[in-house]
């Protein structure tokens, strides 16, 4: 039997996450949120009205099963050409499939055979959805990539205009085992997907419990000075009754050398595991810390195998 999980999230987060999730006996549905517009994905976004096809693109290729050649041109980006340059292969037939099939799932699900994928890929919303934020010193911001270039202190978030949730969301949300919050920007990756009123009452329907998989960086202006239970105490702002039960967390203090780097080139520290501060939340802590490309990742293996290790142990206490 395989345990049905149910990830939200989007961006290098959840790709994480959810290379690490494939590898063991799970049904996985990722829903995504896709109101990112920058870059590629913002001029497709404007070109052809279709929602933000960037994440979803990393979320296929971190689900994918196939030769590391097919990854590699999904996520080839040009770097000249008359209106090619800037765009991704993999963004570009995204957008060729959504205009093929009529809308972004079933498109999704097309390209999902070409590339074997080892779960289901949910857009949020087939809408093209606008994110606003309201900063603590009044500013109204419009689209995420302004969000994330203004580095202000952010007081809330919400949608231009109220969208329309995807139905096979709600449905995949009815039938899990464990709902998971992945790692990824908190106002702009993971914070959209619980913006829809309709998915948070079949989140609070739900027997799944909900785990947070937590950052081990701030985001400059977002999250800056977060521990682990501001992290969990922002998200549970935007649930509704059902809260989060569960967190995973690194426990290795990251090296002063690492550490004084991203500081200074990305203005970011580490958040630390303040237990003290986690009342009635269970904590599975672990040395989650690898370096990739020479950015601090999560070791996507470890990741997986502490979740699976969770529901194993769920398993057992429930018979």
């Known amino acids: 039997m395989k345990y049905k999980v149910v990830t939200l999230g989007g961006g290098t987060g959840m790709s994480s996450l959810l290379k690490g999730l494939k590898k063991f006996p799970f049904d996985i549905s990722s829903i995504v949120s896709v109101c990112d517009d920058g870059k590629s994905t913002g001029r497709l976004r404007e070109e052809f009205g279709i929602p933000a096809v960037g994440d979803v693109r990393k979320v296929l290729v971190a689900l994918s ?29 995204l957008t060729a499939a959504t205009n093929i099939c009529g809308n972004m799932s079933d498109g999704i699900e097309a390209l999902s055979k070409i590339l074997n994928l080892n779960g289901k890929v949910i857009p949020l919303t087939e809408e093209n959805v606008h994110l606003i934020a309201k900063t603590k010193d009044g500013l109204i911001i419009e689209g995420e990539h302004n969000i994330t270039q203004a580095k202000k202190v952010i007081k809330s978030v919400y949608y231009k205009e109220n969208p329309k949730v995807n139905e096979k969301a709600l449905n995949a949300i009815k039938e899990a085992d464990l709902i998971i ?13 619980l913006l829809i009123k309709e998915l948070i009452t079949e989140i609070d329907k739900s027997k799944a419990p909900i785990m947070y998989s937590c950052n081990m960086m701030t985001q400059p202006g977002e999250t800056d000075n977060f521990k682990v239970s501001n992290h969990i105490k922002l998200l549970n702002k935007y649930l ?17 050398e690492i550490k004084n780097r991203y500081e200074s080139l990305e203005q970011k520290d580490q958040v630390l595991l303040d237990k003290n501060n986690l009342k009635n939340i269970e904590i599975i802590e672990e040395d989650f810390f690898i370096i990739e490309n020479n950015l601090i990742r999560h070791d996507s293996i470890k990741l997986g195998l502490s979740i699976f290790s969770y529901m194993l142990e769920k398993e057992r206490n429930h018979n």
């Open 65 to 93: 099963e196939v030769e590391p050649l097919v990854e590699e041109l999904f996520d080839y980006r040009f770097s000249n050409g008359n209106g090619l340059s800037g765009h991704t292969t993999g963004n570009l037939l």
């Open 181 to 193: 919050l992945s790692m990824g920007s908190l106002y702009t990756s993971v914070i959209p997907n």
């Open 240 to 256: 509704g009754k059902k809260k989060i039960s569960v967190v995973i967390a690194n426990n290795k203090i990251i090296d002063k």
